[in-house]
């Protein structure tokens, strides 16, 4: 009997300039294709928020399974059941630079004391860079470090300001910059792979001034492709082109590109995006980067180290920053809670996606761990107490999701790290000053 036809799992459509990653479907064969079946890839992201969270609205009451969503947490009733609500870790190691906001967005992913003074960096190697040398060379970006938002460099009081501008080190003098633009993060993982990882905003600008795709690109590969597939894996396919076709078209229209203006010759596509538009579609290009196996390592900056920005179409009154300080006003209350349901909002709409994408017996998020904190607990305090901590997806059953834990007193938020290290296969001893890794399945 003759074996079906198969396709290679690192397959790329190609077309001038332009590649797109495939999507693991039925049809995939290499040597090990039931195992990679039996145990798809693992994926790390981290979400980060600034400024801290109004914990008295986002920590629930109770724990166990049954805990009442509170009313910043409310965005995640869909995946309740896919989300650990974590309570009572500490980030104490923070606590000791004159800027409290860089301290913490240094040691966020190390849980290690930032080093470092007078434009001099000695930070620590990253929890998100230790996953991702782990599986170094099995995607085509070892991580991916985003931002919606551009971070400041002044106020720094004497700290190196890269302390705030990525939550990525590759060792304690590497920090690993930062995308702060989705539609060049969107041409950077669908650019040619035979030219390199770094090229591609001059090939979208002329795509967008003839109103072509990504997708119209690869045209004649994918028709290739489409004639030899099932079912199943046709609208699999269909599925995903889809994804990437609307992504496409929001981008388009939140820069002017694709109307007849830009058609116009030697015009250039506006290069800003709104803020809210440019975070949803980089939560769109790390869905389609993990679905695709492009990289299995994100960190992702929703807002910069003591955002400014001012959520005007939240009916927040003044700047985040600002509101953050409180001082126990009921009004400042009130926006930042506003503000922390709509951050929980976008990490919710990333859950979701990769719940909605399947793998396996699964889904993406049953083999991923997306972390979401920040760099402080209380802005007004700028405590490091009881940090605001969620993680999404079941990693592979490393994680028994669904519910709302205590850690033990004095819990450092090292050993969440630890524990999920460990569910990647990881066996080191320590992570920054953990005690112990904390057993995410009990």
Not at 85 to 94: C, F, K
Not at 126 to 140: E, F, H, L, W, Y
Not at 264 to 277: I, W
């Amino acid at each position: 009997m003759n074996r079906p036809w198969r396709i290679a799992r690192r397959t790329f459509l190609r077309g001038t300039a332009a590649s797109m990653a495939l999507p693991l479907l039925d049809q995939m064969w290499s040597s090990d294709r039931e195992a990679y079946a039996a145990t798809p890839p693992l994926r790390f992201a981290a979400v980060y928020v600034p400024n801290g969270i109004l914990m008295q609205r986002f920590t629930p009451a109770t724990t166990g399974s049954n805990y009442a969503l509170t009313p910043s947490l409310r965005p995640l009733e869909p995946i309740k059941s896919e989300v650990l609500v974590v309570s009572d870790l500490h980030n104490r190691v923070a606590g000791e630079l004159p800027n409290l906001h860089l301290a913490g967005v240094a040691s966020f992913l190390t849980a290690q004391f930032p080093n470092g003074r007078d434009g001099v960096i000695n930070n620590h190697t990253t929890v998100d860079q230790v996953i991702a040398q782990s599986v170094r060379g099995q995607t085509r970006f070892n991580s991916l470090e985003l931002a919606a938002e551009a971070g400041g460099i002044e106020g720094c009081d004497g700290i190196p300001c890269v302390y705030g501008l990525t939550l990525a080190w590759a060792n304690s003098r590497t920090p690993l910059k930062v995308e702060v633009n989705a539609q060049s993060a969107f041409n950077r993982i669908f650019s040619d792979v035979s030219t390199g990882p770094n090229v591609g905003d001059g090939e979208l600008e002329q795509r967008t001034k003839l109103r072509t795709s990504v997708l119209d690109v690869v045209r004649s590969d994918a028709d290739r492709l489409r004639a030899r597939l099932g079912t199943a894996d046709r609208l699999k396919l269909e599925e995903y082109f889809s994804s990437v076709r609307e992504l496409e078209t929001r981008l388009m229209q939140a820069t002017g590109a694709g109307t007849g203006q830009m058609c116009k010759p030697g015009a250039v596509p506006a290069k800003t995006l709104d803020y809210r538009a440019n975070a949803k579609a980089m939560l769109d290009v790390i869905a389609l980067a993990f679905q695709c196996d492009i990289t299995r390592v994100v960190t992702f900056m929703l807002g910069a180290w003591e955002s400014s920005y001012v959520f005007d179409f939240l009916s927040v009154r003044a700047d985040h920053h600002g509101v953050s300080h409180h001082g126990g006003d009921s009004g400042n209350w009130r926006d930042l809670e506003a503000i922390n349901t709509w951050e929980v909002s976008q990490f919710a709409y990333l859950a979701e996606k990769l719940k909605n994408m399947k793998e396996g017996d699964g889904s993406v998020l049953d083999h991923s761990a997306l972390l979401f904190g920040s760099d402080v607990s209380d802005g007004d305090s700028h405590s490091y107490e009881n940090m605001p901590t969620l993680v999404a997806g079941r990693l592979g059953g490393a994680i028994n999701s669904g519910r709302h834990i205590r850690a033990p007193e004095g819990t450092p938020a090292a050993n969440l790290l630890l524990g999920l290290m460990r569910g990647y296969g990881l066996t080191d001893a320590r992570f920054g000053n953990s005690t112990a890794a904390l057993n995410l399945k009990a």
